[in-house]
Nanobody, 123 residues
Framework: QVQLLESGGGLVQAGGSLRLSCAAS????????MGWFRQSPGKEREFVAA????????FYADSVKGRFTISRDNAKNTVYLQMNSLKPEDTAVYYC????????????????WGQGTQVTVSS
């Protein structure tokens, strides 16, 4: 069983930055791929970023590539999402998820989810 707790969301102006954190409990964290997804009202949950267990490989949605950075600290059982140059269209509830089976780009591939943290970007 894995429990995930996101933090770091908030209200920011366009062009600003936020850093999301996801603290995980469970012995399998350090061997698990971790992902970030987001969901805005009326839309399906969409892939944002993912990182392999050792942090050597990262994956991003085209919409955030070059602006967001995913990282992890296995010693702290935490995965991060650094978000820079934020845009109003980044407004959503952001979720971390683990572990990944199947395509890392699909929400259905993840078994465990946090409760989400709201990110609101004002224009």
């Amino acid at each position: 069983q894995v429990q995930l707790l996101e933090s770091g969301g908030g209200l920011v102006q366009a062009g600003g930055s936020l850093r999301l954190s996801c603290a995980a409990s469970g012995s399998t964290f350090s061997s698990s791929l971790m992902g970030w997804f987001r969901q805005s009202p009326g839309k399906e949950r969409e892939f944002v970023a993912a990182i392999t267990w050792n942090g050597r490989n990262t994956f991003y949605a085209d919409s955030v590539k070059g602006r967001f950075t995913i990282s992890r600290d296995n010693a702290k059982n935490t995965v991060y999402l650094q978000m820079n140059s934020l845009k109003p269209e980044d407004t959503a509830v952001y979720y971390c998820a683990a572990p990944g089976r199947g395509s890392l780009y699909l929400a259905s591939s993840y078994d465990y989810w946090g409760q989400g943290t709201q990110v609101t970007v004002s224009s």
